[in-house]
């Protein structure tokens, strides 16, 4: 995954960054001979958002997280709306309000409600599709 990759998915999020800046965390990632991962991509992301702005959801957009317990089992969930404290998700047939919680410069939620092991989607789990 090359700086290009890493704009689209940024472009996405609403980012504003300059290419030299998603250079520098490639290289830092190849030089440790790493790969650099959608992982990698997520933290890149995260920790510009702490200098440029607030990453967030957007209505219309498709957000994937894996299970806590199952790294093999993947939710996906449509943003059907949004206000400043909640956005309404559609998985399946119900559109449920889920509330916004901030979180290293990203807004996240957890989608099937507050408990222990509660699968919590991030605005960074952005689902890259062509229709998307």
Same mark, same amino acid.
């Given at each position: ?80 709306? $949004? ?13 449920? $309000? $889920? ?22 989607? $991030? ?10």
């Amino acid at each position: 995954m090359g700086p290009e990759t890493i704009i689209t998915f940024i472009k996405h999020n609403g980012i504003d960054i300059k290419k030299t800046e998603i250079q520098e965390i490639v290289k830092k990632y190849n030089e440790s001979q790493l790969f650099l991962t959608t992982k990698a991509t997520k933290e890149a992301v995260t920790f510009l958002s702490k200098e440029n702005s607030l990453v967030q959801f957007q209505v219309g957009k498709k957000y994937s997280t894996n299970s806590i317990c199952d790294s093999n089992c993947w939710f996906t969930f449509d943003i059907e709306k $949004r206000t400043d404290k909640s956005v309404w998700i559609k998985d399946g047939k119900n559109i449920i $309000r $889920r509330k916004i919680d901030i979180w290293d410069g990203v807004e996240s939620i957890k989608p099937h409600g507050t408990y222990s092991m509660a699968t919590i989607l $991030r605005a960074t789990d952005l689902k890259i599709l062509k229709n998307n």
